[in-house]
């Protein structure tokens, strides 16, 4: 019984350490890319939230990145970096403006965001 214990014990904490480095991976990927984003996409701050934050992520879930600028950008420019960002991380971006969060989910938002 005890054997068994600690073995799941362990498979636990191996699972844990696994989504430990996807994030500190996904964040990596994300500060590798910074001066690219600041001097093309003005970007001021940037980190991730969401379920990738929480540890609820499933296979098929987006990545919600949220995203403050220096100057703003245009529709074309934003939409240019969220394909960046999910062509860099291989996974599917939900890119959020700072200023577009809506306000019912806004507190919450930026009490789990992890910035880069």
């Known amino acids: 019984m005890i054997g068994w214990?600690?073995?799941?014990c362990r498979f636990f904490f191996y699972l844990l350490s696994?989504?430990?480095?996807?994030?500190e991976k996904i964040r990596e990927k994300i500060?590798?890319?910074?001066?690219?984003l600041k001097a093309k996409y003005h970007v001021k701050k940037i980190g991730i939230f969401g379920s990738f934050?929480?540890?609820e992520q499933k296979k098929g879930s987006d990545l919600d990145i949220?995203?403050?600028?220096e100057t703003p950008?245009?529709?074309?420019?934003?939409?240019?970096?969220e394909n960046l960002l999910s062509r860099t991380?291989?996974?599917?971006?939900?890119l959020v403006s700072k200023k577009a969060i809506k306000p019912a989910?806004?507190?919450g938002v930026l009490k789990e965001v992890q910035y880069v």
Not at 5 to 8: E, K, S, V
Not at 89 to 94: A, G, M, Q, S, Y
Request: charged fraction near 30%; aromatic fraction near 18%; glycine fraction near 2%.
């Open 105 to 107: 989910v806004k507190k």
């Open 31 to 36: 500060h590798e890319q910074l001066p690219l």
């Open 5 to 8: 214990f600690f073995a799941n």
């Open 66 to 69: 949220l995203v403050e600028f």
């Open 53 to 55: 934050v929480r540890d």
């Open 89 to 94: 991380l291989r996974k599917k971006v939900d």
């Open 73 to 81: 950008i245009g529709f074309f420019d934003f939409i240019r970096l």
């Open 18 to 23: 696994l989504r430990y480095m996807m994030q």
